[in-house]
C-alpha cells in the first residue's frame, strides 16, 4: 500500500492499448475449453470485468461528459509505465430499477427467474477441475496465503522473480530485499492464479470453513483483472462461483443453500450494490455488533441456484459500482467491493427417506399421505454447517490527482487501506510475540467489516498486484511489505457445524414440511368434502391445492443437492412437458383439473356456437368487394338488414 507523494504526472495522450503476450489459444477466445460461453440472453457475462459506470455525482458526471466530447482535449496518460492496460468494456447504462425482492423471502422469488440455465457448464471441465487431494490440503492451513502478481508491461521489468521469490533487480540501480511468498504469478493467464491462489479457499469454503480471498494493489496494477477478469480471461469469482457448483455436483451426500450479496465501502460508506439504487443511497448498510459478532443491514442477499443466476446478481451489483476515470486508469474502482456468497450445507437424508415430491427430488422429511406408507423423518440430529465465502476487490492505493472529486475518494481509500495495513501489522505483531495489543479495527469500514476473518476465523488468500515497471518502484515495495506482514497473520479457523434452525436451509425444509402436512391433510377430507361443495368451490380448492403443490416445488428447486444441480441443466434444455405436470398431482387434484378441464371447454364450445351464429347472420359479399367495404358492410349490414 502506498500512500504516494509525487505529483500527478502531466496528462498528455491515453495510452496504447496494452498488448500482453498471450497464448494464441487465448487470444482467439478458447482457454482449455474452460469458458463461460457467450450467450446472447445474457450479455453481462460472469467473466467480464466490466466495471459499469455508477452514479458520480451530477457535477463529476458533467466534468467528465465535457472532457470527453472535447475534440482535442488532452487524454490521459498513465504514469505508471509507458504502457497502456487492455482496455476496458466500453460503460453500460445504469439498469433500470427491478421490482425489490425482500431479502430471504423466496415466496417472492419468481422460481422461473431464479432457477436458470446451468447447460453452460461442460461437465467434464467441472470434474476435471476438483482434485480432491487439494482439497484435503485446504483444510490444513493456519497462514494467509499471500501470493504475487506481476502485471504484464511493455516497459521492462525492473523486479526479478523466481517461483517464490522477488528481488528488485540490478537493473535498477538499487539494491533491494528478496521477498519470499507461496506464489509469484506472471503472465495474462488466469486460470493459473485462480488454482494457485483461490481454489483450495474455495474448497475450503465448501467444507465449512469461512474463507476470504483479497486483492491488493496500487491502482491500475491488475486486482480487478485477476478477481472479475474478462469474457476472455475469467477471473476468480467467476472461476470460483463455477467450482462451488461443480463441488454440489460431485457432493452426493449433502444438500447446499447458496446466497449471494454484493456491497462496496465508497468514500466509508457501505452500500448494496444489489438494493435498487435509490434504496441503496438512501439507505447505506450499517455494521451493527461488535467484535466477530457483526451483522450487516440493511442487506439484500439472492438465492442462487446456477451459474446464470449468479451472473445477473454479479452483472447487477456490477452495474451499480461507483468507477471512474483517472489519471492512471481509464475505468478505476473507487470503492473496495465485497462479493459474499453464504454456504449452507447439511446432510442428506438416506434413501429411505426419499419421497416423490412434485418434482421428483428428494425431500428428507416428507410424510406421504398414503396409509401404511408413512415414514417420520427424524431431522433433529441433523446439523446445518454455514461458511461464508468472501471475495474482496480493494480499491487501489494512488496518487493525489488533479481531479478534485477523485482527490476526495482517494483519501478515502488510502485511509481505508494504511488502517487496513496497520491492522495486519498489529495482528502479524500480536501472533508473532504472542501479545493481545489493541487491533484498530474499528478505524475503518473495510477494517471493521473484515474484522471476524482477520481476527483468524477465516481462511485467507491475499493476492498483491503489482506494476514491475520503474516509475512504480515506491507503490510496488510498499505493496510487497504489506505483502510481507500479512505472511505473518496467525489464523485459526473452525468449520461451523450447527444445528441452526434459522438457517435459511432449515427454514425452507421446514415449509416444505409444513405445506406437505397441509397438502396430504386437504387430500385425505377432500373426497367428503367435494360432495358438500359446489362446482364453483370444488374448483377454488383444486386451485389452492396446486398452489400448495408450486410452492412445495418451488422451495425443493432452491435446496441444490448434486442431482438437482444436474436437473437443472437438463430442465433447461427441454421444456416442461405436461405429462411431468399429471405425473406431480394427486388422484384427486387431477380429477378436479379434469373437470376444471371440462368445464373450460363446455364454456369454449358455446362461444363457438354463439360465433358460429353470428356469422351465419351476415349476408355473404361478392369476392370483389373492396376490403374497406367489406370491414364496413360486416360491422353495418346486419343491423341493416335485421331492420
Ligand atoms: N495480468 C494482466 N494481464 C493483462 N492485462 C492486465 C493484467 N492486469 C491488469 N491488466 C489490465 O490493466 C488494466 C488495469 O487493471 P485493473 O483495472 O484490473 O486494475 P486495478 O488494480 O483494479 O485498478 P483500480 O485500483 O484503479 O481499479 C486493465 O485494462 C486490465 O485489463
Not at 482457454?31 to 440472453?41: D, Q
Not at 496518460?77 to 423471502?105: F, N, Y
Not at 457432493?251 to 456491497?263: G, H, I
Amino acid at each position: 500500500m502506498s500512500v504516494p507523494s509525487t505529483p500527478p504526472p502531466s496528462r498528455l495522450a491515453r495510452p496504447a492499448p496494452f498488448t500482453p503476450n498471450r497464448p494464441a489459444s487465448v487470444a482467439s477466445g478458447s482457454i482449455e475449453g474452460n469458458r463461460f460461453p457467450r450467450s446472447s440472453a445474457t450479455p453481462a457475462m460472469l467473466g467480464s470485468a466490466k466495471k459499469f459506470k455508477a452514479t458520480l455525482s451530477t457535477e463529476t458526471r458533467t466534468r467528465l461528459n465535457s472532457t470527453r466530447s472535447r475534440p482535442g482535449s488532452p487524454t490521459k496518460r498513465s504514469p505508471l509505465d509507458q504502457v497502456t492496460p487492455r482496455p476496458k468494456t466500453p460503460s453500460t447504462p445504469r439498469r433500470e430499477e427491478s421490482p425489490i425482492i425482500s431479502e430471504m423471502d423466496v415466496s417472492r422469488i419468481d422460481p422461473e427467474e431464479v432457477l436458470v440455465d446451468f447447460q453452460n457448464i461442460e461437465a467434464g471441465d467441472i470434474s476435471a477441475e476438483i482434485d480432491e487431494a487439494m482439497l484435503k490440503d485446504a483444510v490444513s492451513d493456519d497462514k494467509v496465503l499471500v501470493s504475487i502478481r506481476v502485471r504484464p508491461s511493455d516497459s521492462p521489468s525492473i523486479w526479478d522473480t523466481t517461483k517464490q521469490d522477488i528481488k528488485i533487480g540490478p537493473q535498477s540501480g538499487k539494491a533491494g530485499q528478496e521477498f519470499h511468498f507461496d506464489n509469484i504469478l506472471t503472465g495474462s493467464e488466469n486460470k493459473p492464479v485462480y488454482t494457485a491462489v483461490a481454489r483450495n479457499h474455495v474448497y475450503a469454503a465448501m467444507d465449512g470453513y469461512n474463507s476470504v480471498i483479497f486483492a491488493y494493489g496500487q491502482t491500475c496494477s491488475g486486482k480487478t483483472y485477476t478477481l472479475s477478469g474478462d469474457p476472455e480471461e475469467p477471473g476468480i469469482i467467476p472461476r470460483a462461483m463455477k467450482d462451488v457448483f461443480a463441488y454440489i455436483r460431485r457432493t452426493p451426500t449433502r444438500e447446499y443453500l447458496l446466497r449471494c450479496s454484493y456491497l462496496e465501502i465508497y468514500n466509508e460508506t457501505i452500500h448494496d450494490l444489489l438494493a435498487p439504487p435509490s434504496t441503496s443511497a438512501a439507505q447505506p448498510v450499517q455494521i451493527h455488533g461488535t467484535g466477530p459478532n457483526i451483522v450487516l443491514s440493511p442487506m439484500r442477499e439472492e438465492v442462487v441456484t446456477s451459474l446464470k443466476s449468479v451472473k445477473e446478481v454479479l452483472a447487477r451489483g456490477e452495474g451499480n459500482r461507483r468507477t471512474a476515470t483517472t489519471d492512471w486508469n481509464e475505468r478505476s474502482s473507487r470503492s473496495h467491493s465485497v462479493f459474499r456468497v453464504v454456504i449452507e450445507s447439511r446432510e442428506r437424508g438416506s434413501g429411505s427417506e426419499t419421497n416423490g415430491t412434485s418434482s421428483g427430488r428428494q425431500t428428507p422429511g416428507f410424510r406421504p399421505p398414503t396409509p401404511g406408507g408413512a415414514r417420520l423423518q427424524a431431522r433433529g440430529g441433523r446439523s446445518v454447517q454455514t461458511s461464508v465465502l468472501s471475495l474482496i476487490d480493494l480499491a487501489g492505493s494512488e496518487k493525489a490527482t488533479s481531479d478534485k472529486e477523485r482527490t476526495r475518494e482517494g483519501k478515502y481509500i488510502n485511509t481505508s487501506l494504511l488502517t487496513l495495513g496497520s491492522v495486519i501489522s498489529t495482528l502479524a505483531e500480536n501472533s508473532a510475540k504472542h501479545k493481545a495489543d489493541h487491533v484498530p479495527f474499528r478505524n475503518s469500514k473495510l477494517t471493521r467489516m473484515l474484522q471476524p476473518s482477520l481476527s483468524g476465523d477465516a481462511r485467507i488468500s491475499v493476492v498483491c498486484t503489482i506494476n514491475p515497471s520503474k516509475d512504480a518502484i515506491g507503490e510496488t515495495t510498499s505493496t510487497l511489505l504489506f505483502a510481507q506482514r500479512i505472511k505473518k497473520v496467525q489464523l485459526h479457523a473452525q468449520k461451523r457445524e450447527i444445528v441452526d434452525t434459522e438457517a435459511l436451509l432449515e427454514r425452507y425444509r421446514k415449509e416444505i414440511e409444513e405445506l406437505k402436512e397441509r397438502l396430504a391433510e386437504r387430500e385425505a377430507e377432500a373426497p367428503a368434502r367435494s360432495r358438500r361443495l359446489s362446482a364453483r368451490e370444488q374448483l377454488d380448492e383444486s386451485r389452492a391445492m396446486n398452489d400448495l403443490n408450486a410452492r412445495i416445488r418451488q422451495l425443493t428447486k432452491l435446496i441444490l443437492t448434486s442431482q438437482t444441480v444436474d436437473e437443472t441443466r437438463g430442465d433447461e434444455s427441454r421444456p416442461a412437458s405436461p405429462v411431468k405436470i399429471d405425473f406431480d398431482m394427486s388422484p384427486y387434484q387431477l380429477q378436479q383439473e379434469l373437470l376444471a378441464a371440462r368445464r373450460a371447454i363446455e364454456t369454449q364450445a358455446t362461444q363457438i356456437l354463439s360465433l358460429e351464429a353470428a356469422l351465419l347472420a351476415r349476408p355473404v359479399l361478392p369476392p370483389d368487394a373492396p376490403e374497406c367495404e367489406k370491414t364496413q358492410c360486416s360491422r353495418t349490414k346486419p343491423r341493416q338488414s335485421a331492420n
